[in-house]
C-alpha cells in the first residue's frame, strides 16, 4: 500500500498511507487474536470456565501496528537500494558464489569423505550425515524433475517408496544383495515414473502437480492395503543389512559366514555398519551429482531447460515436449528409487508412514529454497531444511516455529533460492568470433 | 508431384479454420516456392497467424490440405504433430511474440535447436554420457553453426549472455537464427520487423534475403513465408506475395500487382465503396491500370 504512495505527491501522503497500511495490518491482527489469543478455557475440575486475556489481545495488535511500520521502512529502503543498481548487487553475488564454488566444492567433497574419521564423529554424528545425505540425493533427483524440466512434482515421495519396498521385498523374498536390488528398484521406479508420465505429462503447472499429489497418496494407499505384498500399516520389518561384499556387520555370524571384523581382525564395533553406509550413500550422492551435471551438458539436459523455459518454442523446434518430460521423470523417479532402495537397507524396517506427503513438501522444499536448477543450492537447503532442525530436537516445539520463519525470512531474502546464479551449459571457447 | 508445379515448396489448399463462430481463415489456397519469399500481408485478424499456426502444426485445420514438398517427399502437414513437423518436413518458424529460452544464455539457444541432429549422434545421451567421440564431433559441428550464426546476426560478443537480456532487436534476430540452426527448407516468420528501427528492418531485409539464397545452408536456397505489417519491408524483399483479409485470400501476385489491386486498397482504406479515394490512391490504380487476380 505504501509502496504505491508516489512520494511527494502530496505533502503527507506517504505518512498518511504507512499509518493506513499500519492500521490495517493491526486490525487483521486483531480479528485474528481475539478468538485466538483473547479466551482461554480453564478446566477447574467440574466446569469449564472462560478466562478473558484481553491486554494480550492488545499486545498482539499494537505490535503488528509497529512492526509493520518497521517492516514497510525497511523494505522499502531496501527496495530503493536495488532499484538504484539493479542486477549489480545479485551479480556481484553470483560472482562471489562462483568463486566460493572453486574453492569450497573441493572442500565441501573433501569433508565429507573424511568425516567418519573426524574425532568428534561417533556414531550419531555418521547416522546423521548419512540421513542428510539421502536428502541431498532426493533433493538432487527431484531437481532434475523441477528443476531443470520444470514439471512440478508433488508426489516424489511415491518413487522414494517405491524403490524401498522393491529392495525390501526382493531382498526378503529372494535373497538379491544390496547391489543387484539397488539397479532393480531405480529401474522400476523409472518405470513407474513413466507409467505415471504419459497419461499426465500433457498437463501442465497446477494440474500436474496435483495429479501427482494424487499419485504420491494412491502408492501410500496401496502400501496400506495390499496387506499380504507390503505388510500394510505394520510395515516390512526385518529387512536384510548391507553386508560388505558378502561379509555381514554382525557379532554373531550364522553358521558359515565370516563376520566384517573377523576378516579385518578388529574388534566388533556397531560403529563400523554405520560408517559403510555413509559411505554408500556418499558413493550413491557423488554419482548422482556427476551424472545430473554430465546430463545437463548433454543435448537432453538442454531440452529440459528449454522446456521449462518455453514448450511452444521448444516444438516449433522439432522437440518432442512428451518423450522429453518423460525422460526427466523417469530419471527423477530413477534417483528417488535408488535412495529408497538405500533407505530401506538402512532403517531394516520400513512402513507407509515414512512415506507420506510432508517428505514430498520437505524434499520439494530443498530444491524451490536451493534455487530452481542449482546443485550447490541443494545442498544448502538440505543443511538448513533437514540438518538444521534435527540439530535443534532440544527446542522441541519452537523447532517448527523456528524453520517457517527461516523459510519466509529467506523467501523474502531471495524469492530465487538460495544459490539461483545458472552458468551456461557451454560455451564459445577461446577464438570464437570466426565464421564456418 | 500432387499437382504441384516445378518448385513448388509449399501448397496451401483450401484451408479453412474455425474457433467456435468465427470462421478466422476461409478457404484459402497459395503456393509458396523455394528461392523465393512469399509475403503474407493484411489487417490485423485478417487471419495471418492463424494460417502460420496451422502450418507448423498449433492448430488443427478445420478444413483443407497442406503439402509440403521436400526430397521429392509429400509431407501433409495437417495430418503431423507440431514437433514431427519441424523435425521431418524441415518447416521452422519464429513468433509474433518473441519466445526465446530467455533464461538460457543466446548460445543455449542456438545448440537447443539442433537437439534431434545431437540426440541421434549422442546415441540418445547413452553414448553421449560417456564422452563418445563420434558425439563430441557432432558437438563441435553444431557449434560451429552457432558460431556461423552469431556472427551473421552480430550477436558474438552476447553469446553466453541471458537471451531474454538482449535488446529487443537482438532477440527477433536471435529468434530468426534459432529457427535457421534447425536447416529448415521454409522459414515462416510472423512479423519479425515489429518494434524494429528503420536501420534495422534495413539489416532484416538483407539477412532475409541473404536466408532465401541459401545462407547458412550451405548454399541450398530455401523458402521464405513472411508476415509483416512494416509495408516497406514487404513490398521491397517479397518475390510474390498474398492478402489476406477477414480469413479469406483477397489478392495474390507480384508486389507490383497486389499493391495496383483495388480489393486490397479497399481492405486497408476501409470498406466504404462510394466514399473518394484519397487522390495518391486514385493515382496508383490509374498507373496500374488494376490489374485484378481472382
Ligand atoms: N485460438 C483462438 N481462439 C479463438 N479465436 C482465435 C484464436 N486464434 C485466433 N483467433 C481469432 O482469429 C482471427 C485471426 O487472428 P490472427 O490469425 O491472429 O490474425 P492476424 O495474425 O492476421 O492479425 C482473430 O479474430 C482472432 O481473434
Ligand atoms: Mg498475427
Known amino acids: ?436 | 508431384m500432387n499437382r504441384a508445379a516445378e518448385g513448388t515448396l509449399l501448397q496451401v489448399e483450401h484451408l479453412s479454420m474455425r474457433f467456435g463462430g468465427l470462421l478466422a481463415v476461409d478457404d484459402v489456397s497459395f503456393e509458396a516456392r523455394t528461392g523465393e519469399i512469399t509475403g503474407v500481408i493484411g489487417p490485423n485478424g485478417a487471419g495471418k497467424t492463424t494460417v502460420f499456426n496451422c502450418l507448423t502444426g498449433f492448430y488443427k485445420p478445420t478444413h483443407g490440405r497442406l503439402s509440403l514438398h521436400r526430397d521429392g517427399e509429400v509431407y501433409l502437414l495437417e495430418q503431423m504433430e507440431g514437433h514431427k513437423i519441424a523435425q521431418d518436413a524441415r518447416v521452422a518458424r519464429t513468433f509474433q511474440n518473441i519466445r526465446l529460452f530467455p533464461r538460457m544464455s543466446v548460445l543455449e539457444n542456438l545448440m537447443v535447436a539442433q537437439h534431434n541432429r545431437l540426440m541421434v549422434a549422442s546415441g540418445y545421451t547413452f553414448l553421449g554420457l560417456f564422452g563418445a567421440p563420434s558425439y563430441l564431433r557432432a558437438e563441435r559441428e553444431a557449434l560451429d553453426l552457432c558460431r556461423y550464426w552469431l556472427d551473421r546476426i552480430g550477436l558474438t560478443e552476447f553469446a553466453d549472455d541471458q537471451a531474454g537480456s538482449l535488446p529487443y532487436g537482438g532477440q527477433r534476430r536471435l529468434e530468426i537464427a534459432r529457427a535457421m540452426c534447425t536447416q529448415p527448407v521454409l522459414l515462416c516468420l510472423d512479423e519479425p520487423a515489429a518494434g524494429l528501427n528503420p536501420r534495422e528492418s534495413g539489416e532484416l531485409s538483407e539477412l532475409l534475403v541473404a536466408i532465401r539464397d541459401g545462407a547458412g545452408s550451405d548454399g541450398q536456397k530455401i523458402g521464405v513465408l513472411l508476415i509483416e505489417h512494416d509495408m516497406s519491408v514487404v513490398m521491397r524483399i517479397s518475390d510474390h506475395v498474398v492478402v489476406l483479409d477477414y480469413g479469406r485470400k483477397i489478392s495474390d501476385g507480384s508486389a507490383e500487382e497486389v499493391r495496383g489491386d483495388p480489393n486490397v486498397i479497399r481492405a486497408y482504406l476501409g470498406e466504404e465503396e462510394d466514399e473518394e479515394l484519397p487522390p495518391e490512391v486514385v493515382a496508383d490504380l490509374t498507373q496500374h491500370g488494376g490489374e485484378t487476380r481472382p
Open chain 1, 1 to 436: 500500500m505504501a509502496a504505491t504512495t508516489l512520494p511527494g505527491a502530496r505533502e503527507d501522503s506517504p505518512l498518511v498511507a504507512l499509518l493506513k497500511d499500519a492500521g490495517i495490518a493491526a486490525a487483521i491482527a486483531f480479528l485474528l487474536a481475539l478468538p485466538l489469543m483473547g479466551f482461554q478455557t480453564l478446566d477447574s475440575g467440574t466446569t469449564v470456565d472462560l478466562q478473558y486475556r484481553f491486554h494480550w489481545v492488545a499486545i498482539a495488535t499494537v505490535g503488528v501496528f509497529f512492526g509493520r511500520i518497521v517492516f514497510t521502512l525497511l523494505y522499502r529502503r531496501a527496495g530503493a537500494a536495488r532499484s538504484k543498481a539493479p542486477g549489480i548487487v545479485g551479480q556481484g553475488m553470483a560472482r562471489v558464489g562462483e568463486g566460493l564454488g572453486r574453492f569450497l566444492v573441493p572442500a565441501f567433497i573433501l569433508f565429507a569423505l573424511i568425516l567418519p574419521f573426524l574425532p568428534f564423529a561417533d556414531r550419531r554424528e555418521i547416522d546423521l550425515a548419512t540421513y542428510v545425505l539421502i536428502y541431498v540425493m532426493l533433493g538432487w533427483g527431484l531437481n532434475i524433475v523441477v528443476g531443470l524440466a520444470g514439471l512440478l512434482d508433488l508426489g516424489y515421495v511415491a518413487f522414494y517408496a517405491i524403490g524401498a519396498y522393491s529392495y525390501a521385498l526382493l531382498a526378503k523374498t529372494f535373497g538379491f544383495s544390496f547391489w543387484l536390488c539397488l539397479p532393480l528398484a531405480g529401474i522400476l521406479a523409472a518405470f513407474l515414473g513413466i507409467l505415471l508420465g504419459f497419461p499426465v505429462l500433457r498437463l501442465r503447472g497446477d494440474y500436474l502437480a496435483i495429479v501427482t499429489l494424487g499419485f504420491g497418496e494412491i502408492i501410500r494407499v496401496i502400501l496400506v492395503n495390499w496387506q499380504p505384498v507390503t505388510g500394510g500399516p505394520n510395515g516390512i520389518s526385518g529387512v536384510p543389512r548391507p553386508t560388505f561384499f558378502g561379509l555381514p556387520f554382525t557379532n554373531d555370524p550364522a553358521e558359515g559366514e565370516t563376520a566384517f571384523h573377523e576378516f579385518f581382525n578388529l574388534d566388533f564395533a556397531s560403529l563400523h555398519r554405520f560408517v559403510f553406509l555413509y559411505y554408500v550413500i556418499l558413493a550413491l550422492v557423488l554419482v548422482t551429482n556427476a551424472v545430473t551435471l554430465r546430463l545437463r551438458k548433454m543435448p537432453i539436459g538442454r531440452a529440459w531447460e528449454a522446456l521449462r523455459e518455453d514448450e511452444i518454442a521448444c516444438r516449433s523446434l522439432g522437440i518432442n515436449p512428451t518423450n522429453t518430460k518423460l525422460t526427466a521423470f523417469a530419471i527423477g523417479a530413477m534417483f528417488g528409487g535408488f535412495a529408497g532402495s538405500f533407505f530401506a537397507t538402512r532403517q531394516g524396517f520400513i512402513s507407509p508412514e515414512s512415506f507420506t506427503f510432508i517428505e514430498s513438501a520437505v524434499i520439494l522444499a530443498i530444491v524451490v529454497l536451493g534455487g530452481m536448477g542449482s546443485q550447490a543450492g541443494v545442498v544448502v537447503a538440505t543443511l538448513f531444511l533437514v540438518l538444521l532442525p534435527e540439530l535443534a530436537r532440544e527446542f522441541a516445539q519452537f523447532r517448527m516455529l523456528i524453520f517457517g520463519a527461516a523459510m519466509v525470512l529467506i523467501m523474502v531474502w531471495r524469492p530465487q533460492g538460495l544459490l539461483a546464479h545458472r552458468a551456461p551449459t557451454v560455451s564459445l571457447g577461446p577464438g570464437s568470433g570466426g565464421s564456418r
